[in-house]
């Protein structure tokens, strides 16, 4: 069965901080690993990773992938409270099939 | 980006009733879709994958006959829960596949089981 673990589950920063969100994962027939942030509603897509070792950037977030060890970090620096949300990994296996992780829960207060 | 979208939005019913929710991609043909549920302080489970014009593929532990889909067209994908219980109310999302694989996520569907 595929599985995707995060952590930590919940996170709490003040403004300005850097964060490492975590994903590992178990996945047969593995082809991406995708980040999306939830707020009230459905997730919006951040990253699709595919490629270990090359470092996907988009303003103050980043992702890289490490296919070896089986885990992906999300990093987001200089936290605004706007970040707040919840972040999902998920994998992508064969036939497209998205299985999620429990995703973490950060606030970033002011 | 493309852009799928949900309807209802919102849905309160009594116990006992079949509720249906739809799904749209507006700009484009997916020819699979899945649909996923989320409950509070949870992830999104999938539940079932929709293929255009065949069975729908159920995830183990959901029950295809209490969830229909019907994915009748490249741009709609229906879910009917059917006598539906309030262990029932739940966050209902759909997605659509694009090309390369891309999914793109609906707004979701809060349900509510009285």
């Known amino acids: 069965e595929d599985k995707v673990v995060q952590s930590p589950l919940s996170l709490v920063v003040h403004e300005g901080d850097t964060v490492t969100l975590n994903c590992s994962y178990e996945v047969t027939n593995f082809r991406s690993l995708l980040w999306y942030k939830q707020e009230k509603k459905a997730p919006t897509f951040l990253f699709m990773l595919?490629?270990?070792?090359i470092e996907k950037k988009s303003g103050r977030l980043s992702s890289i992938l490490d296919k070896k060890e089986l885990f992906s970090i999300l990093n987001i620096t200089a936290t605004q409270t706007g970040d707040s949300a919840i972040y999902l990994c998920?994998?992508?296996?064969?036939?497209?099939?998205?299985?999620f992780g429990e995703g973490t829960q950060l606030t970033v207060n002011p | 980006g493309a852009v799928v979208s949900q309807h209802p939005s919102r849905v309160i019913c009594k116990s006992g009733t079949s509720v249906k929710i739809e799904c749209r991609s507006l700009?484009?043909?997916?020819?699979?879709m899945f649909w996923y549920r989320q409950f509070p302080k949870q992830s999104l489970m999938l539940m079932a994958t929709?293929?255009?014009?065949?069975?729908?593929?159920?995830e183990q532990g959901v029950e295809k006959d209490k969830f229909l889909i019907n994915h009748a067209s490249l741009t709609l994908s229906t879910l009917t829960v059917t006598s539906a219980h309030p262990e029932d109310s739940s966050f209902y999302i759909c997605?659509?596949?694009?090309?390369?694989?891309?999914?793109?996520f609906g707004p979701g569907t809060r349900l509510t089981v009285l």
């Open positions: 595919t490629s270990s070792g």
């Open positions: 700009d484009f043909q997916a020819t699979t």
């Open positions: 997605s659509a596949n694009r090309e390369f694989n891309e999914q793109f």
């Open positions: 929709s293929n255009e014009g065949s069975k729908a593929t159920y």
């Open positions: 998920a994998v992508e296996a064969s036939g497209s099939r998205l299985t």
